[in-house]
Antibody, heavy 121, light 107 residues
Framework: EVQLVQSGIEVKKPGESLKISCQAS????????IGWVRQMPGKGLEWMGI????????RYSPSFQGQVTMSADKSITTAYLQLTTLKASDTAIYYC??????????????WGQGTQVIVSS | DIQMTQSPSSLSASVGDRVTITCRAS??????LHWYQQRPGKAPKLLIY???TLQSGVPSRFSGRGSGTEFTLSISNLQPEDFATYYC?????????FGPGTKVDVK
């Protein structure tokens, strides 16, 4: 069974940094892209970027380029999303999801449970 | 960038109803369009990929149609667990933009 299990709720102060984890199981981690999606309170889904754990190839949405860093550790089948210099506007739920690529189509077929991030002084 | 819109932004329905949600793209995206359901407090769930193919395990009351710039998601015989927010997502470009969502709530 494919599973993506994310790290727990984070409460941070402005200016701090954090790293969210997404541990995968039930499939060959290195051969599927992992995407990250942000959902601000009461809002819709925003695609942040994707990473290929096999070689750490990364593609960022222009909206998040330079604001976040994605990484992956194949040895422990875990992907990471790092946010630095946090602001109140980073308060959101962050999801990881497995990307499927098929005949030039691609979609996200399995999702983590989400990590709530609260940034408040 | 490809902009995605959805209509309506919300709708009220009753159990047993048939509902249809429309997603439009700002340019031709062929059938590179996917639908997700998000129940309150839960992660999104893939319903339909490539505009009309039902994801394994998704009930057949869900169906998707469309190509080019206009797509629809229909739910027949609405069930209590279907009250949720529905998002479309394009993958014609690697920017993978989502629509703003359509909330289906109880009439």
């Amino acid at each position: 069974e494919v599973q993506l299990v994310q790290s727990g709720i984070e409460v941070k102060k402005p200016g701090e940094s954090l790293k969210i984890s997404c541990q995968a199981s039930g499939y060959t981690f290195a051969t599927y892209w992992i995407g990250w999606v942000r959902q601000m309170p009461g809002k819709g889904l925003e695609w942040m970027g994707i990473i290929y754990p096999g070689d750490s190839d990364t593609r960022y949405s222009p909206s998040f380029q330079g604001q976040v860093t994605m990484s992956a550790d194949k040895s422990i089948t875990t992907a990471y999303l790092q946010l630095t210099t946090l602001k109140a506007s980073d308060t959101a739920i962050y999801y990881c999801a497995r990307r499927i690529v098929w005949e030039n189509h691609n979609w996200f077929d399995h999702w983590g449970q989400g990590t709530q991030v609260i940034v408040s002084s | 960038d490809i902009q995605m819109t959805q209509s309506p932004s919300s709708l009220s329905a009753s159990v047993g109803d048939r509902v249809t949600i429309t997603c439009r793209a700002s340019q031709n995206i062929n059938n590179y369009l996917h639908w997700y359901q998000q129940r309150p407090g839960k992660a999104p769930k893939l319903l339909i990929y490539a505009a009309s193919t039902l994801q394994s395990g998704v009930p057949s009351r869900f169906s998707g149609r469309g190509s080019g710039t206009e797509f629809t998601l229909s739910i027949s015989n609405l069930q209590p667990e279907d009250f949720a927010t529905y998002y479309c997502q394009q993958s014609y470009t690697t920017l993978f933009s989502f629509g703003p969502g359509t909330k289906v709530d109880v009439k």
